[in-house]
């Protein structure tokens, strides 16, 4: 077994989206993407006030690849034009595949709205290879209990695992291509060793506090991309630390991206845009 060695650690820079504050590690400056892992938005921690208008994120379309949406704190009233419709709260996940399109979107419950509260999301979009992004749309939305946990180092790290498969613990989530996620939480001191296969593409971002990785030291948000030349990842943590770790094949194929759509070809991307303003996504209206 070879540790992965790192290639570059990517330190999000705060914008302001709304009332949210949004760091965005993924895409960045030299970095379009972590094939198949497009995107990761990283909002909050952010206190809402009581008597808020929620979440800004109203109707708007996806083509092309599945969104996953990790709710840490407050919750996200989900509505798409296919018909799927849930409220997740604090430690649930909702993962969409929008497949050949739909309209969605995410917005907070009205006991949110009324009373506020803190908020802490990632979205995270993942590619889809050619022959899946025209299947259907389809909607999976889970709350906290409904996320297996394990243990590691004498209770010192736990591991909620979304999809894929950690140690004897298999995720609730089947995607429509295979990626493995999984939030992993470690106390000072606590440390794992995940096993990945060389060939797949690693996701490792560190929310909040300090660890070190295949001997370097890493602290804050921060994304770390290693290079495919191992197929172990020795984590310990010196403070109170998340991380949102996955892996993934690359699917080595073109992606052509405008705003809310990814394709392969820039004639799909147009052919994405027409079907959304004909109507051919459905409609959803707040």
Do not use: C
């Not at 290639?7 to 820079?13: D, G, L, N, R, S």
């Not at 760091?23 to 995107?39: M, V």
């Not at 992004?133 to 695992?161: E, F, M, R, S």
């Amino acid at each position: 077994m070879i540790q992965r060695t790192i290639q570059a650690v990517i330190t999000p820079q705060a914008q302001r989206l709304g009332p949210l504050t949004m760091h965005q590690p993924l895409p960045a400056n030299g970095l379009d993407q972590l094939d198949p892992f497009l995107l990761l938005h990283h909002h909050g921690p952010t206190t809402f006030s009581a008597h808020n208008s929620g979440l800004p994120f109203g109707p708007h379309p996806h083509r092309g690849f599945e969104t996953v949406t990790f709710i840490y704190e407050g919750d996200v009233r989900h509505r798409d034009s296919s018909g799927f419709s849930s409220t997740i709260q604090t430690g649930g996940i909702q993962w969409m595949t929008t497949g050949r399109g739909l309209v969605h979107s995410e917005g907070s419950s009205e006991e949110f709205r009324e009373k506020g509260g803190p908020v802490e999301l990632i979205q995270l979009w993942t590619n889809l290879p050619a022959r899946f992004k025209g299947v259907d749309p389809h909607y999976v939305g889970l709350q906290k209990d409904a996320i297996p946990d394990l243990t590691l180092d004498d209770g010192n790290v736990t591991v909620a695992v979304t999809s894929g498969t950690w140690n004897d613990i298999t995720g609730p989530i089947q995607p429509v291509y295979d990626v493995e996620l999984a939030n992993v939480t470690l106390l000072p001191g606590g440390s794992f060793v995940r096993q990945v296969e060389t060939s797949r593409t690693v996701l490792f971002y560190l929310l909040n506090g300090s660890v070190v990785v295949n001997g370097r030291e890493v602290s804050g948000r921060a994304l770390v991309v290693f290079n495919n030349d191992g197929d172990e990842l020795h984590v310990r943590a010196t403070d109170n630390s998340r991380i949102l770790l996955g892996s993934a094949e690359p699917i080595n194929e073109p992606v052509v991206s405008h705003g809310p759509f990814v394709m392969n070809t820039e004639q799909e991307i147009r052919q994405a845009v027409m079907d959304y303003q004909s109507g051919r996504m459905g409609t959803l209206t707040d």
